[in-house]
């Protein structure tokens, strides 16, 4: 049994970044690839990006581009870089291990919330 633990997720700005992490409680070299999926709000879940034991990767057409799937081995752990995110990104982000074309664990997920107004900056004007 491997559990995996996600993290990484927050709220940032449109065009901004941000990485998650996929933090497994065992080897992870032994899948036959490890996923990132999310589900946006009313939406159903979606494949976003695939890396393979032998670290070919694949990509959502809609992330192609911006996000960046990795692995480290040695750290039992999966990255999901985005870059350049939109408000359509925002869902809940789940990785999922797979062998032998099943999806044998999954993680609880983590928000990623994508603002599309700015933080804004207080105006002082004085007589």
């Known amino acids: 049994q491997v559990q995996l633990v996600e993290s990484g997720g927050g709220e940032v700005q449109a065009g901004g970044s941000l990485r998650l992490s996929c933090a497994a409680s065992g080897s992870i070299s032994g899948f036959d690839s490890m996923n990132w999926y999310r589900q946006g709000p009313g939406l159903q879940r979606e494949l976003v990006a695939v890396?393979?034991?032998?670290?070919?990767?694949h990509y959502a057409d809609s992330v192609k581009g911006r996000f960046t799937i990795s692995r480290d081995n040695a750290k039992n752990t999966v990255y999901l870089q985005l870059n350049n995110v939109k408000p359509e990104d925002t869902a809940v982000y789940s990785c999922a291990a797979d062998e032998n074309g099943q999806l044998l664990y999954w993680g609880r997920g983590t928000q990623v919330t994508i603002s599309s107004w700015g933080q804004g900056t207080q105006v002082t004007v004085s007589s």
């Open positions: 890396i393979t034991s032998g670290g070919r990767t």
